[in-house]
T-cell receptor, first 114, second 115 residues
Framework: NAGVTQTPKFQVLKTGQSMTLQCAQD?????MYWYRQDPGMGLRLIYY???????DKGEVPNGYNVSRLNKREFSLRLESAAPSQTSVYFC?????????????FGDGTRLSIL | AQTVTQSQPEMSVQEAETVTLSCTYD???????LFWYKQPPSRQMILVIR??????QNATENRFSVNFQKAAKSFSLKISDSQLGDAAMYFC????????????FGTGTRLTIIP
């Protein structure tokens, strides 16, 4: 009963390096999301994918790209990492991208940019 | 734009006592939903309870209940018979069916349980 699986759990990068965070869900959900969590700021939406083949920007998309590889997988890429992107990143999924749908979260990836 | 405000960064409660976490929100939508999520030290976000705005009856889940005051745009979480396992960050969240902010989160309240 894996739910939402994120890899890696921890990563340290140098400024300017690139990195892809992986996310997979096994609940046959249509919608997937990427959030970042910073101290004192709650979770902020980076990108989401309402269904396979579609992606849309969230509140803080700058510096990130995403790929909805298939229904199960949704990756987040940092092309040129910056210290401001040091954060904990969460992937989530829901049956549909409607406001009444509870989202199921992965365990998060703690990313540090030096 | 919609906002969610949690004005209590930290709360503490004695084990077996009752505690209430506050949340206020703002949205121009009439169709929306409110959630409380729990984030224990393990970091995983766990759904605690959900409330549909069109329902007047307050949601309950075992020891967890909400006080939903729609006119005041208030959505507080009450935890009864607090247990050590309730220690966590609690986030209030608002969901609507419009815009690109599918879930808007508050900044969280850290709950400590005192044995």
């Amino acid at each position: 009963n894996a739910g939402v699986t994120q890899t890696p759990k921890f990563q340290v990068l140098k400024t300017g390096q690139s990195m892809t965070l992986q996310c997979a869900q096994d609940m046959n959900h249509n919608s997937m999301y990427w959030y970042r969590q910073d101290p004192g700021m709650g979770l902020r939406l980076i990108y989401y994918s309402a269904s396979e083949g579609t992606t849309d920007k969230g509140e803080v998309p700058n510096g990130y790209n995403v790929s909805r590889l298939n229904k199960r997988e949704f990756s987040l890429r940092l092309e040129s990492a910056a210290p401001s992107q040091t954060s904990v990143y969460f992937c989530a999924s829901s049956e549909e991208s409607r406001g009444n749908q509870p989202q199921h979260f992965g365990d998060g990836t703690r990313l540090s940019i030096l | 734009a919609q906002t969610v405000t949690q004005s209590q960064p930290e709360m503490s409660v004695q084990e077996a006592e009752t505690v209430t976490l506050s949340c206020t929100y703002d949205t121009s939508e009439s169709d929306y939903y409110l959630f409380w999520y729990k984030q224990p030290p393990s970091r995983q976000m766990i759904l605690v309870i959900r409330q549909e705005a069109y329902k007047q009856q307050n949601a309950t889940e075992n020891r967890f209940s909400v006080n939903f005051q729609k006119a005041a745009k208030s959505f507080s979480l009450k935890i009864s018979d607090s247990q050590l396992g309730d220690a966590a960050m609690y986030f209030c969240a608002l969901g609507t069916n419009f815009g690109n902010e599918k879930l808007t989160f508050g900044t969280g309240t850290r709950l400590t349980i005192i044995p």
